[in-house]
């Protein structure tokens, strides 16, 4: 099984940037996907972006798209979530979670998630 754990949140202002991290353990990852979720109060839980570990694609929600890039370390295991022009709707704890089912942007197949890490965007 994967353990995972994320890392990097934390407070910023409007216009502002946070690297989030998700380190990877246990067994390989290599037939993963490795997915960005979040979850703000009140709210439900939606799909971010994704990495395959495999083929290297990426998948982002229309709403980060152009602000948020993913990446991925092989040789560290980690996954990564670079966040440029943070609005104040960014505000919410990010979950890190892997996959090994083709559907990277829908959570109910994935079945590895980590502890999350909040993220507060000050206007």
């Known amino acids: 099984q994967v353990q995972l754990v994320e890392s990097g949140g934390g407070l910023v202002q409007t216009g502002g940037s946070l690297r989030l991290s998700c380190a990877a353990s246990?067994?390989?990852?290599?037939?993963?996907?490795m997915g960005w979720f979040r979850q703000a109060p009140g709210k439900e839980r939606e799909f971010v972006a994704a990495v395959s570990w495999i083929t290297g694609g990426t998948y982002y929600a229309d709403s980060v798209k152009g602000r948020f890039t993913i990446s991925k370390d092989d040789a560290k295991n980690t996954a990564y979530l670079q966040m440029n022009s943070l609005k104040p709707e960014d505000t919410a704890v990010y979950y890190c979670?892997?996959?090994?089912?083709?559907?990277?942007?829908?959570?109910?197949?994935?079945?590895?998630w980590g502890q999350g890490t909040q993220v507060t965007v000050s206007p």
């Open positions: 246990g067994r390989t990852i290599s037939r993963y996907t």
């Open positions: 979670a892997a996959t090994s089912l083709p559907s990277p942007t829908m959570g109910r197949f994935y079945d590895v």
